[in-house]
């Protein structure tokens, strides 16, 4: 099986102790502080902040989180606009207004930093990693780079677009989006700081073209998120068992359509796709951790004949069973 990413981030944070977010702050530019300077937060899992002020004004961020939930505070401030980029994981936010976003692999999420003042992520996968450019348009407006004010960067105008409403937005992912943030992800040592200021004005320059209606995220009730992770745990809790999406439907009161779309946006997958995942990920532990036969395993994992499970298993992991406990067991 490749490697999972939750893996990936969790070999990152393992020499945080859990309920922390190590913070870290690099200041390379000369300004008034941003909101995010006071930045509390709050987790039972553990995570890691770094930030870099680059500009007067503008700060870049990096964010790695394994964990079920954070919960942030910082000074609010609507004049502050933050652009947040989800790289890996998936991260349901619940900012002021209720609603929440859920952001997947190359979406945005652009606000005012009083929208977030006091807020949550909830991460359905476990684990988070992003990176957000946060902007002073106050400043902006006194005196921007040069470089935004050649193509025209006009302060007001972004904060017309996406403060004055008092509403987050998620914008999906994009070549845009994608070409700005990614080189972020791999930049180490010297070549960091430098990274982070070349693409804090790409991600400014980018945001001038969104238009905040086209395209944009649904936000769901936490009612309804609520009631999907209640779907979620009752598949998880019968993975011997199958349920089509009339019967859920029926069990919880909720129309077909709906429980596709919400459950998506949650989770990141369709119903069945990510049921299918999971019992591939039980079969292999029990291949690995249990001297169950491969006709045991199977109907542990909800099918009727072995020659099914071991055409998915094969689809799935790339090797029968027999082969794959073979392998593991060395």
């Known amino acids: 099986m490749k490697k999972e990413l939750f893996s990936e981030t969790a070999e990152a944070l393992k020499d945080i102790p859990n309920g922390t977010i190590l913070k870290t702050r690099r200041q390379t530019a000369e300004g008034g502080a941003l909101p995010t300077e006071q930045l509390e937060t709050w987790t039972e899992g553990k995570g890691a902040i770094e930030s870099f002020a680059v500009f007067p004004g503008i700060e870049v961020s990096l964010h790695r989180y394994a964990a079920e939930r954070v919960r942030f505070r910082h000074a609010a401030d609507g004049s502050v606009i933050a652009v947040n980029h989800c790289r890996t994981g998936r991260a349901g936010w619940r900012m002021r207004g209720g609603g929440t976003i859920y952001l997947g692999p190359g979406d945005l999420c652009i606000h005012s930093m009083d929208d977030c003042a006091e807020s949550e992520i909830e991460l359905p996968l476990g684990y988070y990693e992003g990176a957000a450019v946060a902007a002073d348009l106050r400043a902006l407006a006194a005196g921007a780079p040069e470089i935004l004010r050649e193509a025209g960067f006009d302060a007001r105008e972004i904060y017309r677009r996406f403060c004055a409403g008092g509403s987050p937005f998620g914008i999906p992912s994009s070549a845009s989006a994608e070409a700005a943030f990614s080189p972020l992800y791999a930049a180490r040592g010297a070549m960091l700081v430098p990274y982070c200021k070349l693409k804090a004005i790409e991600v400014l320059l980018c945001i001038m073209g969104v238009q905040p209606a086209a395209g944009e995220i649904t936000r769901y009730g936490s009612e309804q998120t ?72 199977a109907r542990a994992v909800g099918y009727e004949t072995q020659g099914k499970f071991t055409k998915a298993f094969k689809e799935s992991v790339g090797e029968t069973p027999a082969e794959y406990r073979r392998r593991q067991r060395g």
Do not use: C, H, W
């Open 226 to 297: 609520e009631l999907i992770k209640e779907i979620r745990n009752f598949l998880m809790e019968n993975l011997d068992k199958r349920f089509t999406i009339e019967e859920l439907s029926k069990k919880y009161l909720l129309n077909t359509s709906t429980l596709k779309a919400v459950f998506k946006a949650v989770y990141g997958q369709p119903v069945a796709s990510y049921v299918r995942e999971r019992r591939m990920k039980l079969a292999a532990k029990l291949l690995r951790e249990s001297g169950a036969s491969v006709a045991e395993i």
